[in-house]
């Protein structure tokens, strides 16, 4: 898996940012969603690589990029601030301007990141962004289910990170093993 990219580490403006780069071609940043790494796109890096420099990406606080503090008004972890982050990835890397192919959180992020940063996003792909207010505003009861962790995630902290420190593990398996593709 990922033969032929070399792993990287970017102090980023607000911590240490994993990354890998392969291949050759136009710059190609792929961004994955929650709750996943870099990883995710095992199955179509090295395919990827074949037509574009490919640099993959951990998100703060994902994989093996550094989980920073929060802080009351959410910034830290605010999309506008990890766009700011795939900047400093993409400048460690020599490039000025790139596309995005991006997942879910990841997308979001690349959204920003265009919005913010347009002279530096040549073409930007986003997969699978689900419509978030119009899903809260007409939530029901088999979506509370399915999408039990959003209503979790959103509690004030400390708790979700306390529950999720207790079983690791278990919350993976909870969240990510219950999903159509499984672990």
């Known amino acids: 898996m ?25 710059p190609l940043l792929l961004l994955h969603g929650h709750p996943q790494s870099h990883v995710m796109w095992h199955a179509v890096a090295d395919v990827l690589a074949r037509s574009f420099t ?5 998100l703060r606080g ?13 910034q830290a972890y605010a999309k506008r601030s990890m766009a700011l982050d795939a900047v400093a990835v993409m400048r ?3 490039f000025d301007q790139w596309q995005v192919l991006a997942h879910d959180r990841g997308a979001r992020v690349a959204h920003r990141l265009a919005l913010d940063h347009p002279a530096r ?17 007409n939530t029901t009861d088999a ?41």
């Open 2 to 26: 990922f033969d032929g990219f070399r792993s990287f580490d970017v102090h980023g403006p607000a911590g240490r940012l994993h990354s890998l780069r392969g291949g050759q071609g136009a």
């Open 62 to 74: 994902y994989g093996d990029s550094e989980r920073v503090a929060s802080d009351p008004a959410h």
């Open 54 to 58: 490919v640099v993959l990406m951990d």
């Open 92 to 94: 460690h890397h020599g």
């Open 143 to 183: 979506f509370a289910r399915a999408y039990w962790h959003w209503f979790f995630l959103i509690q004030p902290p400390p708790l979700p990170e306390s529950l999720i420190d207790a079983d690791p593990a278990g919350y993976v398996r909870s969240v990510m093993g219950k999903r159509h593709a499984g672990l």
């Open 121 to 137: 996003v040549q073409r930007l792909m986003l997969l699978d962004i689900a419509p978030t207010l119009g899903m809260y505003e």
